[in-house]
């Protein structure tokens, strides 16, 4: 667990292995009712790793749907340990609103028959999805909330929008620090801009099952999309280094005002699948 700094940077330790993975063959999830739409398909994971946080509710309900309603932090029977841990030392948070920011870059992305890809560690296609923790009035069935669906690669975000897919351009750059084994990741999302300057450490686990999200997210033309994710990465290692949060919109000052940020562990190898239905 980190403690809530004034400034924008923020050392992260040890990040225990909270996502369960396996290197099996991937396969599509049954989807049961509506439209069928496009389905994203990613190829080796390289690597893909999230920030969870904390953000106030009037931030969440920008996104929110009819018949949808945001998930307390208090309530979620599936928080995540360090967050839980940061409410129960500061309970006036427990009415805030669990999210994350997860970057998966990859060898190649696949969508409706064309394959994006880079030659190069550093022209790697990237996604990123933010959401914040939601669940279905009635039946109480947990999506959480799309709030920015991100993407890096060139003609990713034509090939996305032909499919009715709103996805928002972001910048990377993936480089060595000098001196140093550290790796410096630098992603520019909108107005936030995040630096990642750290390395993997201790030894890589072998992960065992699939990690499954379900996310409500709006398209183009009006579109709602209901997303259903799979990921199976092969490997996941712990990571240390130190996290630098510029920028004033929407998910800087969310990231800022966070009292805790948890970053970590790291993916490798494997894929995932995103299969859209409205």
Request: hydrophobic share 40%; net charge positive.
């Amino acid at each position: 667990m980190f403690p809530r700094l004034s400034e924008s940077r923020l050392k992260l330790g040890l990040a225990a292995a909270v996502w369960c993975a396996a290197p099996a063959p991937l396969v599509a999830q049954e989807q049961s009712d509506g439209r069928a739409g496009p389905v994203w398909t990613l190829e080796g994971l390289s690597p893909g790793q999230c920030v969870r946080f904390l953000v106030d509710p009037s931030i969440g309900r920008r996104g929110l749907y009819e018949k949808m309603r945001l998930l307390p932090a208090g309530q979620d029977e599936s928080l995540h340990p360090a967050l839980r841990s940061a409410i129960e030392g500061q309970p006036e948070f427990a009415t805030w609103i669990p999210s994350s920011l997860c970057l998966f870059y990859s060898d190649a992305v696949s969508l409706s028959g064309r394959r994006f890809g880079g030659k190069g560690p550093r022209k790697r296609p990237m996604i990123g999805i933010w959401a914040v923790a939601a669940t279905e009035q009635g039946s109480g069935a947990r999506r959480d909330i799309l709030l920015d669906f991100v993407g890096v690669g060139s003609g990713l975000s034509q090939a996305a929008a032909n499919a009715k897919v709103k996805l928002s351009e972001a910048q990377s750059s993936v480089s060595k620090v000098p001196g140093s084994d550290n790796d410096l990741y630098e992603v520019k999302i909108g107005n936030t801009r995040l630096i990642w300057n750290g390395r993997p450490v201790g030894d890589s686990t072998q992960v065992e099952q699939p990690i499954q999200e379900s996310w409500l997210g709006k398209g183009t033309s009006g579109t709602v999309w209901r997303i259903e994710a799979t990921f199976k990465p092969e490997w996941s290692r712990a990571m240390v280094g130190m996290l630098s949060i510029e920028g004033k919109d929407d998910l800087a000052k969310a990231l800022k005002a966070s009292p805790i940020r948890f970053v970590g562990p790291v993916y490798r190898g494997g894929g995932g699948r995103l299969r859209f239905s409205r």
